[in-house]
């Protein structure tokens, strides 16, 4: 069936640095695809998607391109902040309206 | 403030006690959702409502009994829960099922402990 599977984590990076979340997925069809991050005591939010092969989703930042030929949707930031410290979660949007959600990726950025 | 506000916060309750988590949204989606988020697993999907109907029940044990008295509030009933349902319970919502364009939009969650 389909799935998403993420790096784990936790991940701890300097202020500055640049971060990679991996994500592939398995699906059949075209899926829809997701980043969504999930602040301290908080729900989960929408951070980018892409609804089709070669997109690149952006927002604050953040960058992911929907690679179909290696199944990945790898999340992407070139200098990261304090304020990034999250939890990421990669989802997926089956042709049959499903999501499936990564287990999600801690990510700590220390001064 | 995301639009989906869930009450209560926190609960801690008794394996004997009778709870009710509350969702509401006023972003004028038609699709509600349960989800249940446990440490390194990924989310798992509980129930879907659309237009008040519930539509998905992913073999959800009946100490979970969802009600959704219209297409802006959706509770999840608890009773007689066990230690391993400690999580935080997640309501989210969409404009469709489809979620077609913003996904979906999550409340804060209820961090639930189970003693």
């Known amino acids: 069936g389909d799935s998403v599977t993420q790096m784990e984590g936790p991940v701890t990076l300097s202020e500055e640095a640049f971060l990679t979340i991996n994500c592939t997925y398995t699906?059949?069809?075209?899926?829809?695809l997701f980043w969504y991050v999930q602040y301290p005591g908080e729900g989960l939010q929408l951070l980018l998607k892409?609804?089709?092969?070669?997109d690149k989703g952006s927002n604050k930042g953040f960058e992911a391109t929907y690679r179909k030929e290696t199944t990945s949707f790898h999340l992407e930031k070139g200098s990261v902040q304090v304020s990034d410290s999250a939890v990421y979660f990669c989802?997926?949007?089956?042709?049959?309206?499903?999501?499936?959600f990564g287990t999600g990726t801690s990510l700590t950025v220390i001064p | 403030e995301t639009g989906v506000t869930q009450t209560p916060r926190h609960l801690v309750m008794g394996m004997t006690n009778k709870k009710s988590l509350k969702c509401e949204q006023h972003?004028?989606?038609?699709?509600m959702y349960w989800y249940k988020q446990s440490a390194k697993k990924p989310l798992e999907l509980m129930f879907v409502?659309?237009?008040?109907?519930?539509?998905e029940n992913n073999s959800v044990p009946s100490r979970f009994s969802p009600e959704c008295p219209n297409s802006s509030h959706l509770f999840l009933h608890l009773h007689t829960l066990q230690p391993e349902d400690s999580a935080l319970y997640l309501c989210?919502?969409?404009?469709?099922?489809?979620?077609?364009?913003?996904?979906?939009?999550f409340g804060s969650g209820t961090r639930l402990t189970v003693v």
């Open positions: 989210a919502s969409s404009q469709d099922l489809e979620g077609r364009i913003y996904g979906y939009t």
């Open positions: 699906a059949t069809g075209y899926p829809s």
């Open positions: 892409a609804t089709k092969a070669d």
């Open positions: 989802a997926l949007r089956s042709p049959g309206n499903q999501f499936y």
């Open positions: 972003l004028g989606h038609n699709a």
């Open positions: 409502y659309n237009f008040k109907e519930q539509t």
